[in-house]
């Protein structure tokens, strides 16, 4: 598999914060590191919140290592779903295009604000892949349109998006032969 759009690290190292905020809460009362002997319910409580933690960072690592869009041989894996990624094969896909949505983030300037997108413009003569369920924080798919939303991937700017179709052709010829 060969990444072509990494996911946005920045905003997975924000998000990092929490789970690390409730580690630090957990662990004195899960130990006795500050010299107070604890009751054995209030250990067990404090276990379990670093636990938590603990699934909250690895759940943001496993994301840290999912690329938005990847090869793999013959498709284009599109990850906008929480599990495994679509496999749209590449003679379906004909370009990418630099677009710009909203960034779907929350609160008051979050609702409000755009961010450029990658659009993917898929073949109509492929009537399977016009429209398919994604998660629309990721990105939407409709009308043989596949929109990745920037807040969610590396930095899009034209040079990336030319590096997309660059990779595209060259794929494409892979294929063929």
């Not at 009751?39 to 409580?45: A, D, E, M, Q």
């Not at 399977?128 to 969610?152: I, M, N």
């Amino acid at each position: 598999m060969k990444t072509w759009l990494r996911t946005n690290t920045r905003l997975l190292w924000v998000a990092a914060v929490w789970p690390v905020v409730l580690a630090a809460a957990g662990l004195p009362l899960a130990t006795s590191l500050f010299g107070i002997p604890r009751s054995p319910w209030i250990r067990g409580l404090g276990w379990l919140i670093v636990g938590f933690a603990g699934c909250g960072m690895a759940f943001l690592a496993w994301q840290a290592r999912r690329p938005r869009l990847a090869r793999d041989g013959a498709y284009l894996l599109v990850y906008l779903r929480v599990g495994a990624p679509i496999r749209l094969p590449l003679d379906v896909v004909e370009g990418f295009l630099l677009g710009q949505g909203p960034s779907f983030l929350p609160g008051q300037r979050g609702a409000g604000a755009a961010v450029k997108t990658i659009v993917i413009r898929l073949a109509e003569r492929e009537a399977q892949w016009a429209q398919l369920e994604v998660k629309p924080d990721f990105g939407s798919w409709c009308g043989h349109y596949v929109t990745v939303r920037g807040t969610w991937c590396e930095p899009i700017s034209v040079k990336l998006v030319h590096r997309l179709n660059e990779r595209l052709a060259e794929a494409k010829r892979q294929v063929e032969r």
